[in-house]
């Protein structure tokens, strides 16, 4: 193992996969530390193969058990040999999408006490040591509150594990701190491609959806597609959430996404490294070319 250190938080078993899975797969291999922090087992989601419907929060409420082997049998895929749910399996419910009753269960992650639930990750931070912080933005994303808690309890994190008043172990500065990212000319790219494939799934409007950024706005690109056959194991681990036909996947709704290789970040805290392609690339072969960095690494000494 080199001694780059990275760590990932993430609400969900199969969001670390989705959206991060190229990226871990990539580094793992190159040797670097990979942690992965999940904050739920994701007991509220729905449940696509019939054989395992009965696992749902409504009938049988086992769901959050079973997708902890999902998420075993993922990181294995991966790579991935540390993997922590934060403060323990179970600490924290799955809060279910906004608006929705489970919101309100006591022991749902977007109830959490934000310095008790950040304190916990304090503790992986201290201990793992991580030059790089991977997790969403402000809006979760997509605006699930586990996502929106996640990055609320990541920032928390970052500040307190700097404080040497903070609670015990020796303090950490953490270099970069990143939010997951997808450019919009990617999301137009893969939805025409999509509806061109003939493919079961359906496509999306990428107008309607409550994500992606300007392509410019991306500060990172991680080109992992040496690794894509590690995600699409990952992915298909994660039977109960999601379908796979390969390059596409999708959700309990049926809507087609693409198994991206190419993983896009926006930096948010930290300086921006030298790291960038030879030659200006463009986001999804669309927009104005611009040079990113290429490694969550770049200007870490």
């Known amino acids: 193992m080199n ?70 049998a993922a990181c294995a895929a991966l790579g991935v040999t540390d993997h922590r749910f934060l403060g323990g399996p179970g600490r924290w419910r799955d809060s279910g999408m906004m608006g929705v009753a489970s919101n309100d269960h006591p022991a749902a992650f977007w109830r959490a006490d934000l310095d008790e639930a950040a304190g916990e990750l304090v503790k992986v931070i201290r201990e793992t040591r991580p030059q790089v912080l991977v997790t969403y933005d402000e809006n979760g994303f997509y605006g699930h509150p586990d996502h929106i808690q996640a ?104 809507v087609g996404q693409e198994v991206l290789a190419v993983e896009h970040y926006i930096l948010r805290s930290g300086l921006p490294g030298s790291g960038a392609p030879a030659a200006p690339v463009e986001v999804g072969g669309l927009g104005e070319p611009y040079k990113p960095e290429d490694d969550l690494f770049a200007g870490i000494d």
């Open 3 to 72: 001694d780059r250190r990275l760590l990932l938080v993430h609400a969900h078993p199969d969001d670390e996969t989705i959206g991060t899975g190229a990226t871990m797969a990539k580094y793992a291999a190159e040797g670097a530390g990979v942690t992965l922090v999940t904050c739920t087992l994701g007991d509220e989601g729905e449940v696509i193969p019939p054989g395992l419907a009965h696992l749902t929060s409504d009938r049988d409420d086992a769901l959050g058990g079973h997708r902890i082997g999902e998420l075993a």
């Open 151 to 254: 990055h609320r309890v990541s920032a928390r994190a970052f500040e307190l594990a700097a404080d040497p008043a903070f609670g015990e172990g020796e303090p950490w500065r953490i270099a970069k701190f990143y939010v997951t990212a997808v450019a919009r000319a990617t999301m137009r790219r893969t939805a025409q491609a999509l509806v061109e494939a003939g493919t079961r799934f359906l496509p999306e409007r990428v107008e309607d959806l409550p994500y992606g950024c300007a392509d410019e706005d991306v500060t990172t690109e991680i080109d992992a597609r040496a690794h894509i056959e590690a995600k699409f194991a990952a992915m298909r681990a994660h039977a109960t959430q999601i379908s796979v036909e390969a390059p596409w996947y999708a959700l309990s709704n049926d």
